[in-house]
């Protein structure tokens, strides 16, 4: 595993970051503002435009998630405690699981709602199962349970963290994830 150099994310490791922020963001906003998915909902320009991110998330994190496991972290700064080390990435983790998690579950409710996910209105993206399959009636609750009790929480800590490490503690932590540091 190459470990990226001068305690630095790699450049593409933080594009990914900052492009996956930037599509959380707009995912959110649209998430709240777009009609409740019920049993004969149309597909609106704002659901389906949820649909398109919520795919382009899922596959940006896989890509995040190769990237991270062939190029490493860079080391710790020095003198953070190792219990902050160790949080900081079972936090992470925790990111990318559900930032797999609730896009695949979106996907599936829209599967099993009948709604068709084309990317962008361009290219169709596959069923993952039948129109109204037995077991899959809650997974639109919990991809909304997930993603906001879950996913928001996550990033709170996450940002809180770093500001902690800015403002507080006065390392270099954030920087190592800033785009063009």
């Known amino acids: 595993m190459a470990i990226s150099t001068q305690g ?5 490791a933080k594009v990914l970051h900052w492009l996956v ?16 998915i019920g049993r004969n909902t149309p597909v609106s320009t704002l659901i389906s ?7 382009v998330i899922l596959g940006l994190i896989v890509v995040r998630l190769i990237w991270r496991i062939i190029h490493g972290e860079p080391e710790a700064e020095a003198g953070i405690p190792p219990w902050q080390v160790h949080s900081a990435r079972v ?4 990111l990318y699981l559900l ?4 896009p695949l579950l979106g996907w599936v409710n829209a599967s099993y709602r009948g709604m068709p996910i084309m990317l962008f209105g ?15 009636g809650s997974t639109g609750d919990i ?3 997930v993603a906001e009790f879950g996913i928001l929480p996550l990033v709170g800590l996450h940002v809180a963290a770093a500001l902690y490490h800015y403002f507080i503690r006065r390392d270099r932590v954030l920087q ?6």
């Open 143 to 145: 991809h909304t349970l």
């Open 99 to 102: 930032l797999l998690v609730v």
């Open 49 to 55: 435009l949820h649909f398109s991110i919520g795919v």
């Open 122 to 136: 361009l290219v169709p993206v596959p069923q993952l199962v039948g129109v109204h399959a037995a077991g899959w």
């Open 91 to 94: 936090i992470h983790w925790l």
């Open 176 to 181: 190592r994830m800033l785009p063009g540091v």
């Open 8 to 12: 630095r994310y790699t450049r593409t």
């Open 21 to 36: 922020l930037v599509l959380l963001v707009a995912q959110y906003a649209i998430g709240w503002t777009m009609p409740h």
